[in-house]
């Protein structure tokens, strides 16, 4: 069936990068989601990536997509206090009329 | 544009009282999606809609749980009898299948707490 994982929890020192991990398991992907949430919010979109890529850069994030793995990452380059959320990745798959699939979350606390 | 709107943002019930959570989804969007998150399991979907129809509402919990759309730009989730355990966020997202990355946009929600 389809999973999407992700740890729980990092926390980083202001200014260094965050590296937030997620494997997924369905092969069928079209694209993959990095969201935030901040408490008492909704989810934001940070960006996505569509399956055939390996690379997305959009200013301060990066978005690496192992596909043979099926592991997707989200770099935050000079990680600020406003920078700790909860990020979630998650899947759409083609044969589901796009329905997105969530990890967990991984709760990002930037130490100052 | 507003953005989802969803209303009310908080809610406090009783158990066995009827509640009934809103949503306009983003003007031009096609499909609505009802999530719930709670710690336990969470961000689960619900239920989602193309084009005002109901497309799949096989993560309904139960028959207490009842959505409707009756027009493009309104959406409504039921909870009749609502009970403790149904206590979560309630999050409403619109998409638009002609735009690229197929992108869903989230609503901030709506918590609800069964007393």
């Known amino acids: 069936g389809e999973d999407v994982e992700q740890s729980l929890f990092l926390s980083v020192r202001e200014g260094d990068s965050s590296v937030i991990n997620c494997t997924y398991t369905?092969?069928?992907?079209?694209?993959l989601y990095w969201y935030k949430q901040e408490p008492g919010a909704g989810l934001q979109l940070l960006t996505y990536i569509f399956s055939n890529m390996d690379m997305k850069q959009d200013q301060r994030l990066t978005v690496l997509l192992n596909k043979k793995d099926k592991h997707l990452s989200l770099r935050i380059a000079d990680t600020q206090t406003g920078d700790s959320a909860i990020y979630f990745c998650?899947?759409?798959?083609?044969?589901?009329?796009?329905?997105?699939?969530f990890g967990s979350g991984t709760r990002l606390l930037v130490r100052p | 544009d507003a953005g989802v709107i969803q209303s009310p943002r908080h809610e406090v019930t009783e158990m066995g009282q009827e509640v009934t959570l809103r949503c306009k989804p983003i003007s031009g969007h096609d499909y609505l999606f009802w999530y719930r998150q709670t710690m336990m399991r969470g961000l689960e979907l619900l239920i989602y809609f193309n084009n005002n129809v109901p497309i799949d509402d096989s993560g309904m919990p139960e028959d207490r749980f009842s959505a409707k759309m009756p027009n493009a730009s309104f959406s409504t989730l039921k909870i009749q009898p609502s009970e403790p355990r149904d206590s979560a966020v309630y999050f409403c997202?619109?998409?638009?299948?002609?735009?690229?990355?197929?992108?869903?946009?989230f609503g901030p929600g709506t918590r609800l707490t069964v007393l």
């Open positions: 998650a899947e759409s798959i083609e044969d589901s009329s796009y329905k997105l699939i």
């Open positions: 997202a619109s998409r638009d299948s002609g735009t690229p990355g197929d992108t869903q946009y």
């Open positions: 369905d092969s069928s992907s079209t694209y």
